[in-house]
């Protein structure tokens, strides 16, 4: 009787890190083993699949206490060789060498874990025929496709406890605190810590903002008793008319400072800015994160199980289904500006320097 060939799993994470990435590789490894395949965690996210693969077979011991470690063990790299649009005719297609080594590998399905641009990446493997499913993953909530990613709500937790602690010392020193949070094109996190953390104004990347409108909107506090105000600024909000603010290259960086000169300038208030930074993506996940991608993790296995491939798992109200890759790939989430969460804030009085 011949030997029954190895059935093989492959997992990555790709892009920048997020609290539950150790989480969904735990779920993949334990859900994977238990239905009789061996997996191969690919090191360093696509890059990995270049040259000679590097991985490492993973067994349910290697999994071991991983549930509330942050950061991924299988490390991520953030673009890499596959930066740009795929060149078929380049001399050298990193597209096609990972493709290939997935198949040498005898990889039934391969899992990848992360946000657009992760998902576009894994979309052209498909194309090219490979047995690929992706994991939605960003702390910026900002994947369509699915409701929800993980990584969002310990976003979420640790800006909230930010803006817990500013306003007592804003409220002491009678003073405007601004606090920057991460988001690039989307303000899901400055709009949902705003609103659980009571802040006055929240700017974010969809609703263009005039610093003028935000400093009356101070004054008036003033003037009402309210001798303090925190301001919750997205890192890709930017003034009506303007452009976002990049510290160097693709990085953003300096709108909390410029609204924080800026107020202090028009107001005459003594005013601060913190930005949060990668604490938000730091450390424990949440057990809400814990669970999300233990789920995702378990659904990614068990849709190669069933034969599934070039889908993205997603969660829709309350249910873990897959959707096409093309869903999430090509445009993010945004805000819209009529959402009942801006409309609820509004009516909180919270102001979106508008
Ligand atoms: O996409 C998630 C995110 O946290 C963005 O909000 C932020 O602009 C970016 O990552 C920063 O990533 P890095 O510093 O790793 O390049």
């Not at 989307?186 to 935000?214: C, M, Q, R, T, Y």
Request: hydrophobic content about 40%; proline content about 5%; overall charge negative.
């Amino acid at each position: 009787m011949g030997k029954t060939p190895i059935r093989r799993i492959g997992v990555l994470t790709s892009g920048g890190d997020a609290q539950g990435l150790n989480a969904v590789i735990r779920a993949v490894v334990k859900t994977a083993s238990g239905l009789g395949y061996e997996v191969l965690g690919i090191e360093d996210g696509f890059e990995g699949l270049i040259g000679e693969p590097h991985y490492r077979v993973m067994t349910s011991a290697d999994v071991r206490g991983l549930l509330p470690l942050g950061g991924t063990i299988l490390g991520t790299t953030n673009k890499g060789h596959f930066g740009g649009p795929r060149v078929p005719d380049a001399e050298f297609d990193p597209y096609s060498e990972a493709v290939q080594n997935i198949e040498r590998l005898g990889l039934k399905g391969l899992i990848t874990i992360g946000g657009e641009g992760t998902q576009s990446i894994t979309l052209e493997f498909s194309r090219m025929g490979a047995p690929v499913i992706g994991v939605p993953k960003t702390i910026d909530n900002d994947l369509a496709g699915t409701d929800r990613t993980f990584g969002f709500d310990t976003a979420l937790r640790v800006a909230t406890d930010a803006i817990d602690r500013l306003h007592t010392t804003a409220a002491s020193h009678d003073r405007v605190m601004v606090l920057e949070v991460m988001g690039r094109h989307a303000g899901w996190i400055a709009l949902h810590s705003g609103i659980a953390g009571g802040a006055d104004a929240i700017l974010i990347p969809e609703i263009p903002f005039d610093v003028n409108k935000v400093a009356a909107y101070v004054l008036e506090r003033d003037r009402t008793g309210s001798n303090f105000s925190i301001i919750v600024c997205a890192e890709g909000a930017f003034p009506k008319g303007g452009q976002p603010l990049y510290v160097t290259g693709n990085r953003l960086g300096g709108v909390g400072n410029f609204v924080s000169e800026q107020i202090e300038q028009i107001t005459g208030k003594e005013s601060r800015c913190v930005v949060l930074g990668h604490l938000q993506r730091g450390g424990p996940p949440t057990p809400a994160d814990r669970i999300l991608a233990t789920r995702f993790g378990a659904a990614a296995v068990n849709a190669i199980h069933n034969d599934i491939a070039g889908e993205l798992i997603a969660l829709r109200a309350q249910d873990i289904i897959t959707v096409p890759l093309e869903e999430a790939c090509g445009y993010v989430k945004v805000v819209r500006p009529h959402n009942d969460l801006i409309r609820t804030a509004r009516g909180m009085g919270v102001n979106f320097g508008i």
